[in-house]
């Protein structure tokens, strides 16, 4: 059947492929901006104002001198540090915790689960928080961000929900076969919720890649900071000194805007490699916390 | 077969025994499973738990020396001295501002970008679409301030836009004024296109009948959107909107720290900004913990409100 399309709905189509393609302008433009300044002369991006879809005059001074400084390196070292050892420490937890919590026959599940679900509604708030960690003594620790992120409710809410899509006889036969928690845990329940643990080790991933205040609240030595916290320091603070070292005044300000845009490119690059690839993984989860949420 | 019904039989059996014996064969059972939550509510305990106990500083002069139990009690001091400045007002004002003009925009934006690229006629346009729009969600937001700081100065690339409608060439970020159209207009930016991914799975689960039955009752597209698409999604939207307004005391302070300078400050200051820099900048640990103990129980009722009303309204809620 030909369906006959009026005047109208030809208008709206034509409308909205344009209204879509305004938005992906405005969304990609501030990348785009960073992206070419990121390559541009220093001085020249000064004297420029306005839109800019091409590097002014080509330099690389911005990567060198920021790959060359001391707190970027060690900023990296201190993410991947966190990020590696802070998502074994998630992974471990949540998968404990959404396990138990998956369970039916266990008699104080409901207590436990009420204890945890209840910090999603009343917090002690930042202070009190804040003056536990440094009274068991993890101040200037990296340890400290670890802890204190080690669980997100949420995210063991997701894994939950993926344990209990797993049907319930797997459960029993494993059972009957002489299986204990365990080695359900490790040989039938991972293996099967492997795309739902895909999901939360990257929540976990990003979060913990683009986290900045905890760093900032428990950390005090800046050689242990992480990158976004270094960032901080570029971006917002504009500490561009220490890269700068025997360089005259205007141009150190003029190098201090292409570092700036630099950094930041350097801080947002691996996660927009992933993410064309890891897309469907992180949509999934949205649907998945939905079920609950 | 025989075994399930011997498992059931010995849970009946159960259920009759006392509490004692229930306890000691659920944990000859079930030792394994509590020995693997247990690191968990070690974790529950240490970093939630050990901090709201930590709380009743907030009605104590606090001094690191004596620590929290040595403190001496103060009673309400530090309550009253909050309520009765000119921050409260203050701060309380600017968060259900920044909060309300957040939901008004940020709240409605993802719905009318699913509707319209759920009218998108290109299968791959709209995917090109989609995995642009949900890029921003995940740039850091010390990198969006950076950003955003950078384009609003004097010269920025916003600013010169800007110029072109008339706008004095200023560094945005300074004027008081502006400060809630930054925020959440940057807001907006990032969010919109991961906001949309629910509302597109809600308009994707739409029965196809439908929008026949409409056609042949001659409804075009904008009507089967009024008709068809919007009725549809509506149960997700109310669940969505109620549970959002469940937290619209928490707006977050790290956007408003990283935003935020001397000059903004009296439109800008939030309460729970208040709370870090009260603290965790001039150490003023008992006041601080009060200003917070106050947000976190208005936020708990808020959100325990909404709950209840979304589970009245759909039977959806968080618990």
């Keep these: ?293 | 077969m025989r075994n399930t019904t011997t498992i059931r039989q010995a849970d009946t059996l159960s259920a009759s025994s006392s509490f004692g014996a229930r306890c000691a064969r659920d944990f000859r059972k079930n030792y394994a499973l509590y020995l693997l939550v247990l690191p968990v509510i070690v974790f529950y305990i240490v970093v939630h738990y050990v901090p709201m106990y930590g709380a009743i500083i907030a009605f104590k002069s606090y001094s690191p020396g004596k620590g929290i139990l040595k403190s001496a009690w103060c009673g309400l001091e530090h309550f009253k001295s909050f309520f009765g400045s000119v921050y409260f007002g203050r701060t309380l004002t600017n968060t259900l501002r920044i909060s309300l003009v957040s939901i008004l925009f940020g709240f409605t934006s993802p719905i009318i970008l699913a509707l319209l690229i759920n009218e998108l006629r290109s299968k791959l346009y709209s995917r090109v679409v989609q995995t642009i729009t949900y890029l921003p969600h995940f740039i850091s937001l010390v990198v969006i301030c950076g950003m955003l700081s950078d384009f609003l100065e004097p010269d920025g690339i916003i600013t010169t836009v800007c110029t072109w409608f008339g706008m004095d060439r200023q560094n945005l970020l300074r004027v008081p004024g502006y400060f809630t159209t930054i925020y959440v207009a940057s807001d907006v930016w990032q969010g919109v296109g991961w906001g949309s991914i629910i509302y597109l799975a809600a308009l994707a689960g739409i029965d196809p009948t439908l929008y026949e039955a409409a056609r042949m009752d001659g409804a075009n597209r904008w009507k089967q959107i009024w008709a068809v698409d919007i009725p549809c999604i509506l149960p997700t939207i109310i669940t969505l909107l109620i549970l959002r307004m469940g937290s619209v005391m928490s707006v977050g302070y790290e956007k408003i720290i990283l935003l935020y300078n001397s000059l903004t400050m009296e439109k800008a200051d939030v309460i729970s900004s208040f709370v870090y820099r009260k603290g965790l900048l001039e150490s003023n640990y008992g006041y601080s913990t009060a200003v917070g103990l106050f947000n976190s129980f208005v936020n708990m009722v808020l959100v325990v409100a909404a709950n209840t009303i979304s589970k009245k309204t759909n039977e959806t809620s968080l618990w």
């Excluded at chain 1, 390559?39 to 690389?60: I, M, N, Q, R, Y």
């Excluded at chain 1, 205040?213 to 990158?227: G, H, Q, V």
């Excluded at chain 1, 300000?253 to 993410?275: F, H, N, Q, S």
Aim: hydrophobic share 50%; with cysteine; aromatic share 12%.
């Design chain 1, 1 to 293: 059947m030909k369906i006959k399309v009026s005047w109208q709905q030809r208008c709206f189509d034509v409308f909205n492929v344009l209204f879509m393609l305004l938005l992906m302008v405005i969304t990609l433009y501030p990348m785009i901006h960073v992206l070419m300044a990121s390559f541009s002369d220093g001085e020249e991006l000064l004297a420029h104002t306005g839109v800019l879809l091409w590097p002014k005059g080509f330099s690389l001074e911005g990567y060198t001198r920021a790959l060359g400084n001391s707190a970027i390196v060690s900023g990296y070292k201190s993410t991947l540090f966190i990020l590696v050892v802070g998502c074994l420490v998630n992974m471990a937890l949540t998968i404990a915790g959404a396990y138990f919590l998956s369970r039916k026959d266990v008699m104080w599940k409901k207590p436990i689960s009420m204890f945890i679900m209840f910090t999603m509604f009343f917090s002690g708030g930042l202070i009190p928080q804040y003056l536990t960690i440094k009274g068991i003594g993890l101040m200037d620790s990296l340890w400290a961000v670890i802890v204190v992120g080690a669980i997100s409710t949420y995210n063991m809410i997701i894994m939950r929900t993926g344990f209990d899509s797993i049907p319930e006889s797997l459960h029993e036969s494993a059972v009957i076969d002489g299986a204990g928690h365990l080695t359900i845990l490790a040989r039938i329940m991972v293996p099967l919720a492997m795309p739902t643990i895909a999901v939360i080790l990257l929540y976990y991933g990003v979060a913990h890649w683009n986290a900045w205040f905890n760093a900032s609240i428990y950390l005090r030595s800046p050689n242990k900071y992480p990158l976004q916290l270094v960032l901080r320091g570029i971006l917002l603070v504009n500490d561009t000194t220490a890269m700068t070292q025997g360089m005259g005044d205007s141009e150190t300000w003029a190098a201090g805007e292409t570092i700036k845009y630099a950094v930041i490119i350097i801080a947002t690059v691996p996660i927009l490699c992933i993410y064309p690839f890891l897309q469907k993984y992180f949509v999934k989860g949205v649907m998945i916390g939905a079920v609950k949420g």
